[in-house]
């Protein structure tokens, strides 16, 4: 079956190119654009804050909190899976967002004082959200056994997967602020591949737990899809 590398491994290595292409790209404005630098502005500074905890956040959740089968991908395919990430999410969303006098892409970002505030807030709701829900679904399952339950509590009384719910909250917020046509590429893309996923769990859920699992939880988005 050719060369494996294991799951674990491969969200390591999907998620470490978006950390080593975005603080590439920031710290080394000098060497990578002919511009000439200019007084930094905050929307620059914070949109790759953002960027950095979320990656950051998704790193440690690989090593300490998911856990993985013992099932492996073949070695060949890394190249596709890192493309999403390293390419739309790295150096698609990176060169043109750090570029010396940035200040809102194709769409104005909503970088004012009266917009930001709020906008950061819902951000760091969206990410805590998203790991209470990744704790909810490790304990789950006890370590060394096969035993699934169905998901309760925060989040999952409403939805089948709100981990992909606060997960496309926390983009949609990035792409408002930072206005950039490829955060809203990379967002929509994600979302879209995370409701096809979402989908495919909720009728897993259904066919698995049959009348136990709650008929009037949604998929995806609370009290609409």
Partial sequence: IGP??????VFLIEYLGPLLIHTTLYMGQSIFYAAPA????????????????HYFK???????????SND???????PKNCFHYWVIGGIMIAYPLYQPGYEHGYFKGLTEPMFLGPLLLIWLFAEVSNLMT???LRNLRPVGTRVRNIPMGYGFNHVT????FFEILGWIVLSLITGSLAVWFFTIVGAVQMYFWAVKK???YIKEFGDKYPRRRKILIP???
Avoid: A
């Fill in 72 to 78: 492996t991908m073949p070695l060949g395919n890394l």
């Fill in 134 to 136: 990744h704790i909810t």
């Fill in 4 to 9: 494996q590398i294991d799951w674990r491994t």
């Fill in 38 to 53: 200019q007084e930094e502005i905050s929307q620059t500074r914070i949109s790759f804050m953002m960027i950095i905890l």
């Fill in 58 to 68: 998704r790193e440690l959740e690989t090593v300490h909190l998911h856990r993985f």
């Fill in 161 to 164: 997967c709100p981990n992909y």
């Fill in 202 to 204: 909720h009728k897993r």
């Fill in 223 to 225: 009290y609409i899809i």
